[in-house]
Nanobody, 121 residues
């Protein structure tokens, strides 16, 4: 069983910054990819950023240059530094971890419960 928990959401003004954290725990053998997704009211969940165990990153065009994803492989954690926030960044942000669990090396795809980010104009 693998659990994912997000931390760090909240209310911030236009142009402000927030840092989200994500911790994966449980019977983890390895995590290949950790990612952040978001879902605004009335919209589908969308990719924000992903990072591999080798630290290759991928960003949605809407956040490039403003958001930075990072991870600590030893701690099974990922972070999302969000700068120059805009009202359109308002959403519930979800962390995702894809990897293999132990002891049977079974694949897993785990999601957190989400954390609310609200950007006021």
């Amino acid at each position: 069983q693998v659990q994912v928990v997000e931390f760090g959401g909240g209310l911030v003004q236009y142009g402000g910054s927030l840092r989200l954290s994500c911790a994966a725990s449980g019977s983890i053998f390895s995590i290949a990819v950790m990612g952040w997704y978001r879902q605004a009211p009335g919209k589908q969940r969308e990719l924000v950023a992903t990072i591999t165990s080798g630290f290759s990153t991928n960003y949605a065009d809407s956040v490039k240059g403003r958001f930075t994803i990072s991870r600590d492989n030893d701690k099974n954690t990922a972070y999302l530094q969000m700068n120059s926030l805009k009202p359109e960044d308002t959403a519930v942000y979800y962390c995702n971890a894809v990897g293999q669990s132990r002891p049977a090396i079974i694949p897993f795809n785990a999601w957190g419960q989400g954390t609310q980010v609200t950007v006021s104009s």
